[in-house]
T-cell receptor
Framework: DVKVTQSSRYLVKRTGEKVFLECVQDMDHENMFWYRQDPGLGLRLIYFSYDVKMKEKGDIPEGYSVSREKKERFSLILESASTNQTSMYLC??????????FGDGTRLSIL | ELKVEQNPLFLSMQEGKNYTIYCNYSTTSDRLYWYRQDPGKSLESLFVLLSNGAVKQEGRLMASLDTKARLSTLHITAAVHDLSATYFCAVDPHTGNQFYFGTGTSLTVIP
């Protein structure tokens, strides 16, 4: 079974802090994704990566950056956290012709 | 921009009844995925539909894909309370690695 592991289930940070969300997958998948999910807005893609050191912006990249130094790890960075970034963050990975496999999610609160 | 519309957005149904959730999308694609999300949890892959006319069944759920109509359906037979969840469809348009998710259908099965 594919395993996508997000480093924290719950995280509380303060406004202005730099926040790192980590995601690791164990199936050698090429593609990895970061989404945020908010009530009434569904899943919105922040960034995705199709290879090591490669990234593409999704629908809402502002205020975020990503890093993929190794194939199995995809990090989401909030450069200077703000309260409107309080949300559920979901990481996913996939290979071609297969569904995305999701981690358990990180519920992030910015105070 | 590719649009994926699900309806209904909210569905309340009695145990034992049948119902269908619809997923319409706005571009050519023969790859569509259905996911289930329980409250506070992440997304779990349900069905992978990879060609026109594909039909998959698991228990009381059956999914189908009509690529000419750009329509997928998720049919629920004799609903039980355990099926209460939010269901998402996701389209892979072959133009890169990004999926496009529907808005989700929140299903509540009432005893």
């Amino acid at each position: 079974d594919v395993k996508v592991t997000q480093s924290s289930r719950y995280l509380v940070k303060r406004t202005g802090e730099k926040v790192f969300l980590e995601c690791v997958q164990d199936m050698d998948h090429e593609n990895m994704f970061w989404y945020r999910q908010d009530p009434g807005l569904g899943l919105r893609l922040i960034y995705f990566s199709y290879d090591v050191k490669m990234k593409e912006k999704g629908d809402i990249p502002e205020g975020y950056s990503v890093s993929r130094e190794k194939k199995e790890r995809f990090s989401l960075i909030l450069e200077s956290a703000s309260t409107n970034q309080t949300s559920m963050y979901l990481c996913a990975s996939r290979t071609i012709n297969q569904p995305q496999h999701f981690g358990d999610g990180t519920r992030l609160s910015i105070l | 921009e590719l649009k994926v519309e699900q309806n209904p957005l909210f569905l309340s149904m009695q145990e034992g009844k049948n119902y269908t959730i619809y997923c319409n999308y706005s571009t050519t694609s023969d790859r569509l995925y259905w996911y289930r999300q329980d409250p506070g949890k992440s997304l779990e892959s349900l069905f992978v539909l990879l060609s026109n006319g594909a039909v998959k069944q698991e228990g009381r759920l059956m999914a189908s894909l009509d690529t000419k109509a750009r329509l997928s359906t998720l049919h629920i037979t004799a609903a039980v309370h355990d099926l209460s969840a939010t269901y998402f469809c996701a389209v892979d348009p072959h133009t890169g690695n990004q999926f496009y998710f529907g808005t989700g259908t929140s299903l509540t099965v009432i005893p």
